[in-house]
């Protein structure tokens, strides 16, 4: 039996990083391992991607016909001009399933066990999740883009809302995100995160101007639409993206769009990035 | 010095009529340079005293240490001093082996080429070296459980917790691993090590302690614990129902304990102390009275027999009722465990 103290000694114990810089090592290796393994199984990628494209055709050929864009009735294609920020937006807002069911699934095989057993920083498997999946809403948002293009989409206000509009999705996406990451590590079950990650998210961007001028709907829907997060998004994409933003509603949020959809944002990380953080500490995998 | 004490640690899952007490008042000590062994049926709280101790779980009562360092208040210090492989292979398996370690490795605070080289090592030690660049999902059930093991090696911790790490290995890779285990010790590891098999037990542990329903019900060498069980035993199936009577008769000559019979199964469980001898002894004695048999072997203790012995329920029985025998005890020992672990 040894006597030798406990004292860490300096050949077992790896150098301590500083903690912001071990904060950013962990979190840009568990973004490494998400990326690396979400390209080895493609088919997941491409759900991401099909789906979106499917709603693109489907609005701009198939509802678009019989929806009118206030102020723009007797434009030809104005619809799918005014429809595509609802497509961005929507497609920015289901990042919450990739972020749950990545979550959920490593819950599920006894991962985050080990990831919490190690001296890494609390907050990298998630930030990892976080930048990986922000990263792939990049590329979703651009091909987005590029299908936009080519139904007829445009941008009209130049470079600089531009990028700004650019910005915005991203920074809502990464807002979802957040979502996302509390979901699946309160589900921990990949099947069950990919359902309860999505499922309350479409009647609430239905419940909105992304798809359908609110203008349109009944009074008291037409306010909750209104006061709608996905609709402050979605106005703010047109404001800056320049398309048929010719504003009827006098609500605040559609009034103020940009400002709205910021203030949404910054009030969605800040409730949900701490309450996932605070999780993932507490998580006990099933 | 101590690498692990426990002191009244309990867990409590659920609340109320349906609260599970996991872990009611466990002690523990782990002197350094140590293998402990935790043996026990299922649901017999190893894996939760386990996660206690590794900082996965918060503790709901008592206290522990862990290389020195307070459990519940110095996770992160806990963290960088410890090993831990689960019950379940827990590794990534759209990555490689290969990257899965480095993976680890980077951190556990590594720079990417100390990783790359620990990497190199632990793929090779644990013969995986041809399947390095594979994806770990594409790897057998044994092999996912070795490249488990090698990732709580990554830094030499200088405490190994290893929960089942044999279940699901061939006898080959088994015997590896053990030889892996008994290498960290001489390196000066400490290890606690949960299993089911006495037999592994026996062969790693300088000391085993024996878990059952939360509570620990016995601790001592293997030795000391097969004695409590009786050591060796000589078991004899009779074949004609008749004989049995003068079968016990000659069993009963050549031991000091005593008989046990199974009328229905013809099965009579004696023990001994002269090992193989012993057994020579008995055939040649049933030969002489013409007693004929269909079955005689000499059995060393297992874990069920130790249970036996224990608890006077078969460790079957027991995981079979665990659940349930497990609630209602809970809400009976909460308190006074509470109150035990308050002191
Ligand atoms: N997360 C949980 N929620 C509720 N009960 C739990 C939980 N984890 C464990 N238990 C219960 O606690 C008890 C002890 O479980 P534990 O996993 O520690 O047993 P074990 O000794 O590791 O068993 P095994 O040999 O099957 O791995 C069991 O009755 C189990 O049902
Ligand atoms: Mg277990």
Redesign the interface.
């Known amino acids: 039996?040894?006597?030798?103290?406990?004292?860490?000694?300096t050949?077992?114990?790896?150098?301590?990083?500083s903690g912001l810089s071990?904060v950013l090592?962990?979190t840009m290796?568990i973004a490494?391992?998400n990326i690396?393994?979400?390209l080895?199984?493609p088919d997941t990628q491409i759900y991401m991607f099909i789906q979106p494209i499917m709603f693109v055709l489907l609005f701009a050929y198939v509802f678009g016909g019989a929806i009118q864009v206030p102020g723009a009735e007797n434009i030809a294609g104005a619809y799918r001009e005014y429809l595509m920020a609802g497509i961005f937006v929507q497609t920015m807002a289901f990042a919450v399933a990739p972020a749950s069911v990545g979550l959920a699934d490593d819950m599920h095989?006894?991962?985050i066990?080990?990831?919490?057993?190690?001296?890494?920083a609390r907050s990298?498997v998630i930030a990892g999740r976080v930048v990986s999946d922000l990263a792939s809403q990049f590329v979703v948002l651009i091909i987005m883009m590029i299908c936009g293009l080519i139904v007829g989409w445009r941008v009209h206000n130049g470079v600089l809302p531009f990028l700004g509009g650019v910005g915005l999705m991203l920074l809502f996406a990464f807002a979802m995100l957040w979502v996302g990451a509390l979901i699946g590590l309160s589900v921990g079950n990949p099947q069950v995160a990919a359902s309860a990650g999505l499922i309350w998210l479409f009647p609430v961007v239905f419940l909105s101007n992304a798809f359908v001028p609110p203008e349109s709907m009944p009074t008291v829907v037409r306010n909750i639409a209104e006061w709608n997060p996905i609709s402050a998004l979605v106005a703010a994409a047109r404001d800056l993206f320049g398309n048929q933003s010719i504003i009827v509603s006098d609500a605040w949020p559609m009034q103020n769009a940009v400002l709205a959809a910021l203030l949404w944002c910054v009030v969605i990380i800040g409730v949900f990035a701490p309450l996932a953080v605070r999780k993932y500490k507490?998580a006990?995998s099933k | 010095?101590n690498?692990i004490i426990a002191e009244g640690l309990v867990k409590t899952f659920g609340s109320g009529d349906k609260a599970v007490k996991a872990v009611s008042g466990v002690d523990l000590t782990v002197?350094?340079?140590?293998v402990v062994s935790m043996l026990g049926p299922n649901g017999a709280g190893k894996t939760t005293t386990v996660?206690m101790l590794?900082?996965?779980?918060?503790i709901d009562g008592g206290r522990a240490l862990v290389?020195?360092y307070d459990v519940a208040d110095q996770p992160?210090a806990v963290?960088?001093?410890?090993g831990?492989s689960?019950q379940?292979?827990?590794?990534?398996?759209?990555?490689t082996g290969r990257?899965n370690l480095w993976?680890?490795g980077?951190?556990?605070?590594?720079s990417s080429k100390?990783a790359a080289r620990r990497a190199d090592e632990l793929l090779e030690q644990f013969s995986l070296t041809d399947a390095a660049d594979r994806?770990s999902k594409t790897y057998s059930g044994g092999m996912r459980r070795r490249l488990d093991l090698a990732?709580s090696l990554v830094?030499?911790?200088?405490i190994l917790f290893l929960d089942e790490p044999t279940t699901g290995l061939d006898p080959a890779s088994r015997l590896d691993l053990w030889d892996i285990i008994r290498q960290r010790v001489r390196g000066?590891a400490t290890i606690l090590l949960t299993t089911q098999y006495l037999e592994e037990a026996d062969a790693l542990a300088d000391r085993i302690v024996v878990i059952d329903h939360g509570r620990i019900i016995a601790e001592g060498t293997a030795d000391e614990l097969k004695a409590k069980v009786g050591g060796e035993r000589i078991e004899v199936v009779v074949h004609d129902p008749a004989l049995m009577q003068r079968a016990i008769e000659i069993l009963q000559r050549g031991s000091d304990g005593q008989c046990v019979v199974d009328e229905h199964t013809r099965k009579l469980t004696v023990p001994t102390t002269m090992g193989s001898k012993g057994l020579v002894h008995v055939i040649r004695d049933l030969d002489e009275h013409k007693v004929e048999i269909d079955d005689i072997a000499l059995r060393r203790p297992t874990l069920d027999d130790v249970f036996l012995e224990l608890t006077g329920r078969h460790a079957e029985d027991e995981a079979a009722s665990t659940d349930a025998a497990a609630g209602t005890d809970a809400a009976a020992g909460t308190d006074a465990a509470a109150k035990e672990a308050a002191k």
């Open positions: 039996m040894s006597t030798t103290d406990l004292t860490p000694s050949t077992t114990q790896p150098p301590k990083n071990q090592n962990d290796i490494w391992r690396r393994g979400g080895r199984v095989k006894g991962l066990d080990r990831f919490r057993s190690l001296p890494m990298g507490a006990a | 010095m690498a002197d350094e340079g140590t996660r590794t900082t996965l779980l918060p290389a020195g992160q963290r960088s001093s410890i831990l689960g379940f292979a827990a590794v990534d398996e759209n990555l990257e993976m680890f980077r951190l556990y605070q590594l100390q994806p990732g830094i030499h911790p200088k000066g």
